[in-house]
């Protein structure tokens, strides 16, 4: 494969592009997306990724084992294309992950396949990435509802700095967007966009309420 330029995406996993790092995080639901980016601007966030749409394929073996473990493999193509596998999630919410570049997605599937991987789950979403404090503010659009993550060093700097945005750590998810979507194809009452969108736009339809998701975030007047 030809080197490519590191993606400005992921700091910390394109400085160590190829080697295991520690993915730490936490997920909050967020309707109004808007508003928190402009209160994230205000309070010093610039802008490290501009908004865009990212493809993203899971893939496990024919008997579901990898999820049985917690892991994850990952191929994603926004501007470029990367390949990632992550580690069980450890008590402290953090887990090893491993991600690189590729030139083709479109032979990752194939290659994946013919290694006897299957594709278990495809979705799409809109991200946009904000820095701040040394921290990553992901604003993510999915076809079922809006959402921030905050990536940072240690679990007590994500803590910190979500809660100096105004986000109530107690609401914070511990479900992935696999795990919500999932949740959603097999609930008979939605029938919104779920995994992919149906226009060019994000869609309207938020499943809060079906998900029994908390807002973490509401705009102070």
């Given at each position: ?56 394929w ?33 008590s ?28 278990v ?16 503010l ?9 959402f ?24 914070g ?6 795990e919500?979507?999932g ?39």
């Amino acid at each position: 494969m030809n080197e490519q330029p590191p993606s400005p995406a992921r700091p910390r996993a394109t400085e160590n592009a190829g080697r295991p790092f520690v993915e730490i995080e936490a997920k909050f639901y967020v309707p109004d997306l808007a508003a928190f980016r402009e209160h994230a601007l205000a309070g010093g966030a610039t802008l490290l990724t501009p908004r865009r749409l990212e493809r993203n394929w899971r893939f496990d073996r024919p008997d579901g084992s990898l999820q049985a473990a917690g892991q994850v493999l990952r191929l994603r193509q926004d501007a470029t294309a990367r390949l990632a596998c992550k580690g069980p999630v450890d008590s402290q919410g953090s887990r090893r992950e491993v991600e690189f570049a590729i030139d083709d997605a479109q032979a990752a599937r194939a290659f994946l396949g013919d290694l006897g991987f299957r594709c278990v789950l495809f979705y799409e979403k809109y991200r946009e990435i904000l820095l701040i404090h040394q921290a990553c503010l992901m604003l993510d659009e999915l076809p079922f509802g809006n959402f921030v993550e905050v990536e940072a060093e240690s679990p007590e700097a994500v803590r910190r700095i979500s809660e100096q945005l105004g986000l109530r750590w107690e609401a914070g998810l511990h479900r992935s967007y696999a795990e919500l979507i999932g949740e959603l194809e097999s609930n008979p009452m939605w029938d919104a966009a779920t995994a992919a969108f149906r226009e060019s736009a994000a869609s309207a339809a938020d499943a809060g309420a079906t998900l029994h998701l908390e807002r973490a975030w509401v705009r102070h007047t």
